[in-house]
């Protein structure tokens, strides 16, 4: 057995060429089978680092100087990109971006679903990505604070801290966002309105959240403040109201010493209680090349209502285009039963409804069922349900006692994917085609594994960039059932 010494200890300065980004976004380099993770280092560069924490036969080292940079680094276009939690790669050149992130779902493929490399070349498709991969944001909570001078200040938190960065033009935001927030601080100073202080549980302000729906130009501003009401509201609102785009404003109470950013009560300030946004179907011609072949207006979209708690996906351009490719894979020709786990607020299922018989959604959050039916009644469609519970015990609950069938099972899971049971009842139901729409590939490989196991082919895996500059990426796979023989 080999044992590794430490060879290195803290403090020391290294110079290593960056091979490769680990799932975190940082770059990972190699010394005499040493291997050091470096935050802020893209594939491609060679770096001074100095080591921050050894171990056996790994470091954490910090990016002192890039000596030669690589030809993908680019000057990010945010200031701040370094210390902020938000954006991890703004370093690294967008179309490498991209392939990071397709190479990221392909080594999770290979890895832990165990497909062969010949499979892969075959069933994957380039990802897709954004024409403008900024501003797409249409949901951001900045927190409130004051500096070290006691001054005012909106921002974002530092990565893995609660320290606020002054800093009001966030790059993924919309161009909105910056007016609004400095709008909000001024009314703040000139009416002496404070800002919570989350160490004494003192203080008004929280966070100013700013939802726009990129369809119909609307915005909402809402508050969250420690207690119900605000010094001076109506000079608040006479402010906000006459920004462009401003249809709704709102206060949500936030009394809780609590890392949850939202209360549970909301009130109107001024102007409609929702902001609405339409998603459109495109056809995968117009996904690829980037131009429609008809004005929005000439489609069958369907219409979201938003609130302040609403969820609801947070790059809308990207999400037409990933719905989209579901829709596609889902084969559907309007005779189809459809069965849409982790529904949310009915994207997805209300998407297939408009092209399937009948779409059954189940999704645990009660809240965001209402939302769906309501979204539903909004746009006429009739042909989709709605059940509240966990997917892995309303599932095999109904396959039990009402023998319920699916043509096509769509499953869109939050991170940690399908639990066991739901995946079981999946294979039993045996419906021709599952489409999974996954927002993380290591467990979308491991339920594949699982699938593929039970009777499914992997047939067609795309991904979507949704979340340009950070390392997430969503995936839109398509199986068949196999024809037994
Ligand atoms: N497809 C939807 C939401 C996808 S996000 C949309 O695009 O809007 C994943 C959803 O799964 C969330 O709404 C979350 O509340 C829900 N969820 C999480 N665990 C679940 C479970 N065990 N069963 C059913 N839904 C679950």
């Not at 890039?66 to 701040?80: G, H, N, Q």
């Not at 207690?227 to 109506?234: H, R, V, W």
């Not at 869109?412 to 927002?439: F, N, Q």
């Amino acid at each position: 057995m080999v044992i590794y010494m430490a060879d290195y200890a803290k403090n020391d300065m290294i110079t290593v060429t960056i091979e490769d980004m680990g799932t975190d976004g940082e770059g990972i380099g190699k010394l005499d089978g040493f291997t050091f993770f470096i935050k802020d280092a893209v594939i491609g560069d060679v770096v001074e680092a100095k080591v921050m924490k050894a171990k056996k036969n790994y470091a954490y080292a910090r990016l002192m100087r890039v000596i030669t940079p690589s030809k993908e680094r680019v000057e990010p276009v945010c200031a701040y990109h370094k210390q902020c939690g938000g954006c991890q790669i703004q370093a690294l050149d967008y179309k490498a971006q991209l392939a990071f992130k397709e190479n990221k779902v392909r080594n999770h493929l290979l890895r832990i679903g165990g497909f062969s490399a010949e499979l892969l070349d075959n069933v994957m498709e380039p990802i897709v990505g954004m024409e403008n991969p900024y501003h797409y944001r249409n949901k951001a909570q900045f927190p409130v604070g004051t500096d070290k001078e006691g001054n005012l200040i909106t921002g974002f938190y530092a990565g893995r801290t609660h320290d606020i960065i002054a800093n009001t033009d966030c790059a993924l935001g919309v161009a909105e966002n910056q007016p609004i927030l400095e709008t909000v601080l001024a009314y703040m100073r000139e009416n002496q309105v404070s800002a919570y202080d989350e160490k004494t549980g003192q203080g008004l302000v929280r966070h100013i959240l700013i939802r726009k729906g990129f369809t119909s130009g609307e915005i909402m501003v809402c508050l969250i403040v420690n207690g119900n009401t605000l010094p001076a509201e109506d000079r608040l609102v006479e402010t906000l109201k006459s920004m462009e785009g401003v249809t709704s404003i709102y206060i949500n109470t936030n009394t809780e010493n609590t890392n949850v950013i939202m209360g549970r009560k909301n009130r109107v300030l001024w102007g409609e209680s929702t902001i609405s946004d339409v998603i459109h179907p495109r056809t995968i011609e117009e996904i690829e090349s980037g131009k429609d072949a008809l004005a929005d207006q000439d489609r069958e979209g369907i219409t979201f209502a938003i609130s302040p708690l609403s969820f609801y996906q947070v790059n809308p351009v990207q999400t037409e285009k990933l719905y989209s490719l579901a829709l596609e894979y889902a084969g559907l020709t309007g005779e189809e039963t459809v069965w849409d786990l982790y529904c949310g607020i009915g994207t997805i299922s209300l998407f297939m409804a408009q092209r399937a018989k009948q779409v059954y959604g189940v999704e645990i959050v009660e809240q965001a069922i209402l939302d769906a039916r309501e979204n539903a009644k909004r746009n006429h469609i009739e042909n989709a349900s709605f059940y509240v519970g966990k997917a892995e015990e309303v599932l095999p609950h109904l396959y039990e006692t009402e023998h319920i069938f699916a043509d096509v099972i769509c499953v869109d899971p939050p991170r940690k994917g399908c639990d066991e049971a739901c995946l079981e009842t999946m294979v039993k139901m045996a419906p021709k085609r599952i489409v999974y729409v996954s927002c993380d590939s290591a467990t979308l490989a491991r339920d594949l594994k699982y699938l593929c196991a039970n009777g499914y082919e992997l047939k067609r895996v795309r991904p979507v960039d949704q979340f340009g500059h950070t390392v997430h990426t969503e995936v839109c796979v398509k199986l068949c059932r196999k024809i037994s023989l």
